[in-house]
């Protein structure tokens, strides 16, 4: 059994990651397999509409958790007293306006992992963040 501290792709039950655009999105769908369409939010300049769309994608995943390792997962979660009413990662390329909606709806333990900056980010290839983060976290 595993401490409520530590993550890995084992223990990850819940992940999410926004972008600005459509064509954003298509891409990481296309470059990181793990990442589901539900997973990445085309996210809304308005934080309180930005706040409902991380409850959206929340309930999705939740969804679509199978009956039998929902009830599996929520014994672990007894069992070590941890609660999943939020993501376990969240990944924000963004800050600012969206970093008090993505900590309020990370799970005991959870991690908010920032990276990159619009001001800071170079104009040419570079890094394809998500899949570095995932590859850190297996």
């Known amino acids: 059994s595993s401490s409520s501290s530590s993550l890995s792709p084992e223990t990850v039950i819940s992940i999410v ?7 954003k999105k298509e891409f990481l769908l296309q470059t990181c397999p793990f990442l589901k369409p539900n997973q990445i939010i085309v ?5 309180g ?15 679509q958790q199978q009956p039998q390792q929902q009830q599996q997962e929520e014994e672990e979660e007894a069992e070590e007293g941890k609660r ?3 993501f376990d990662v969240i990944m924000d390329a963004i ?3 969206t970093f008090k909606p993505n900590y309020n709806h990370l799970s005991r333990g959870g991690r908010l992992v920032t990276f990159g900056s619009s001001d800071f980010t170079p104009m040419r290839d570079t890094v394809n963040w998500p899949k570095l ?6």
Request: aromatic content about 10%; charged content about 20%.
């Open 95 to 97: 800050g600012g306006y």
């Open 17 to 23: 990651t926004s972008v600005s655009t459509q064509e």
């Open 84 to 86: 999943h009413e939020g």
């Open 43 to 47: 996210r809304s300049a308005n934080s």
């Open 49 to 63: 509409v930005y706040d409902a769309q991380l409850t959206e994608a929340l309930q999705s995943i939740q969804q």
């Open 133 to 138: 983060i995932w590859k850190y976290l297996r």
